[in-house]
């Protein structure tokens, strides 16, 4: 049967093309939704301090710190909702915790 | 046969993947029935004897998610405490098929037939379908099985309690090969346990999308009359039993008409019947299918009566009139010559109704007529009134 992508149900889409029951044909399509803009509070990842131990990316609860051959990278913005755990978490003061400026 | 074993005995027929039930006056023995049929292995259906009826919903939601013809039975509080369910089911465009053995809701406590409890449910998004007597019953529980496969809603099957459910009346049942040939194999358009296809189910809606899903629910309803009929097309010609949206019944000429769902179709008809022998012109038209409304079908079928008077088996608490009363009377609001129109609440909690009061409200309709206008349009009949004289 051919399926509407889950990346074309989205803002513009009308009644007439939604899904019926609003069913999603793929998994993972949650990171096809922006998060990021629930955000009040955001970290700043200070890459001087950081030893790479890694210990913010289990306990970051969207899965919004990218790793790459054993290390983070900055955060994934798009889907980080500026909680601060990982700022609680981290053992070396390497994530500043800040007001977004909108 | 009960108008309970009648539609155990559809059930059979169809032989579902699943049924999620408990049990509840007056629709147990629907369960009931069904469980021997299991137990003699008539039937290889997944039993599920829940602890609840908002599981019981829960386990048909999960079934049907899951691509399983899924079924189940309740009544009054059972319905009730399904809720939550319904609006998932049909949310979610699960074909789900639900008899209903109609009954009052609490309180006073009763166990008594009456709508309040379907009526309550009219706006969860489920088809409904009425009917007069257990043929009835058993017909429409048939096709609602390929009703809600076909439009994708769920549908609720409903019969007066005891006075159907545990009536027994003979009717003709269809040989099981043409039951199963009728219905044939269900081909859930998604379904859960494709493994070639992973799917979600129910996703949080928030506000950019709620609205559109639920535009689309509601141009399902706006389109099921056309399922509805096509079924009933089917159904006929393999039974011959003919099926509409609403029934008319001596209205060719009728100058006076009553409005009715279910069982009191019949009373009133012997009415209209005696009534018609004795030279006066009325009618009356039976609501089949209260969801979708037939709003064009009454409208035509009323657009010659003078004045219409409309059974309401529910209060609606609203403090103006029953809920078929105010369906009924919007429908006809944009008619050119509409008629006069006032409301009956009747049989509550199970109250006879007869012959004879179906013989007071034609002739409160001939007094309407005469003085062209109507006073107070909601009205009781059979309830005790200090002020009123007793009708025997």
Known sequence: ?102 | MSGNEAVATAMRQINPDVCGAFPITPSTEIPEYFSQFMANGLVDTQFVPVESEHSAMSVCIGASAAGARAVTATSSCGLAYMWELLYVAASSRLPITMAVSNRALTGPISIGNDHSDAMGARDSGWIQIYAEDNQEVYDNFIQAILIGEATRLPVMVCQDGFITSHGVSNIELIEDEKVKEFVGEYEPEAWLLNGEEPLAVGPYGTAPYYMEVKRAQAQAMKEAGSAILEVAEKFEAMTGRHYGFIEEYRMEDAETAVVVIGSSAGTAKACVDQLREEGRKVGLVKIRVFRPFPARELVKALSRVKAVAVMDKAESFNGCSGPLFAEVRSAMYDMEDRPLAVDYIYGLGGRDVTVDHFRQVFAALDEDVTAGKTDEVYRYICVRDRDEQPVR
């Open chain 1, 1 to 102: 049967m051919n399926r509407i992508k889950a990346a074309d149900i989205n803002e513009n889409i009308s009644w007439q093309d939604i899904t019926k029951g609003a069913e999603i044909y793929e998994p993972a399509t949650s990171r096809y939704i922006n998060t990021g803009e629930w955000r009040v509070m955001t970290p700043v990842f200070k890459e001087d301090k950081c030893k790479q131990c890694l210990l913010c990316v289990p306990f970051c609860p969207d899965s919004a710190i990218p790793v790459q051959d054993e290390k983070r990278a900055d955060f994934d913005f798009y889907h980080c909702k500026g909680c601060g755990i990982c700022v609680n978490v981290c053992p070396f003061d390497a994530i500043d915790y800040v007001k977004e400026e909108k």
